[in-house]
């Protein structure tokens, strides 16, 4: 089978999470991480971790070089090759200072689990909720099969909650890679096109309480429970959301889903 899309290079993957490609080849890596779940999964990753570096590291690198270590003026105070090497050794030994110190802090910032659920969520939903013909694998007329085809591959019986009294039809769902196995992935419509979507993921994290996240121009809750870590997604309207996030934790707080 010939592959449709266009091939997409590991640097332009990169250049995807830094927000440095051009809008054309934008819109090809996106065909690209939609039909390639582990490029897809790849990209998640690389933006929890960056995101977590901009958490912790973003204050300090926008700060100025203060001016006793600027290079000019350590230049123009060596008048000899001994002080032009004081100041090279000076401003080697801060750039190594700092570069180390930076090193050890990304390293101690690794991404919590809500980082890297909510990162991998949102990835989904901003690739998926475009797609006009092939938003997703089974349709929303196949719910039982939907279930339990998901239900089976993540070893859990999960529940598809149904929100039509929030004024959203089940699309229907997929599968994904997830942080630490098989995902699923549910989306939902409303009357006027815009789209919500449940990101299901098991975890070995403890029970938590709804957290709120905004990235570009979406937003997620995420929660766990029972072994399952769940992120609703749609736009940043944080009431709306809410709402939805509330009428899918009830339903599925009603029964008892476990793993299986």
Known sequence: ??????PVTEEELHAYVDGELAPDRRVAVE?????HPEDAARVAQWRAQADAIRARFGVLASEPVPARFDLDNLARGARSWR????AAVVLAFLTGGVVGWMAHGASAAAPSRFDTFTTQALDAHKVYVVEVRHPVEVTGGERPH?????????DYELRIPDLESNG???????????PFGPAAFCMYEGPSGERFTIYYARTDSPQTAMRYREADRFAALYWVERGLAYVVSGPPERERLLSIAQAAYD??????PQAK
């Open 168 to 178: 959203l039809k089940l699309v229907g769902g997929r599968l994904l890679p997830g």
């Open 31 to 35: 065909a690209w991480l939609a039909s």
């Open 146 to 154: 939907l279930v339990q085809w998901l239900s089976k591959r993540l």
């Open 1 to 6: 089978m010939i592959d449709q899309n266009p």
């Open 251 to 256: 339903q599925i707080d009603k029964g008892t």
């Open 83 to 86: 002080g032009a090497a004081a």
